[in-house]
């Protein structure tokens, strides 16, 4: 079996600014325990929760307006198995909050 890693911690997005994907978020230099900017392995599970409604979609065009609505302290689920390419582009999923939110975010790696 292949070696798992897992990232399990809160990060700031902050209110009104530009959407930021989750792997700018987990690998920010201002959190206790980053990631490093090589990830160590493919992303196959992904679960955060906001204290704040948040907007959530694939690149930087999420925003105020644009992007599915994620209502505070509901739970985002994705899963994979990490085989054939199926993984989750955490540097593609991107997070909006309209004021200040924390987000408790749990990832696994395999690789």
Do not use: W
């Amino acid at each position: 079996m292949a070696e798992q890693q897992i990232f399990f911690g809160t990060v700031s997005i902050t209110g009104a600014a530009t959407a930021r994907s989750i792997y700018d978020l987990v690998t920010d230099t201002a959190l206790d325990f980053p990631l490093s900017k090589n990830l160590p392995g493919q992303c196959v599970s992904l679960n955060f929760v906001a204290t704040q409604d948040l907007k959530v979609g694939f690149a930087s065009q999420v925003d105020a307006t644009h992007g599915a609505t994620l209502t505070a302290g509901t739970y985002f689920t994705d899963s994979a198995t990490g085989a054939g390419g199926n993984t989750i582009p955490i540097g593609q999923i991107y997070l909006y909050a309209g004021t200040t939110a924390t987000a408790t975010i749990y990832l696994r790696f395999v690789g």
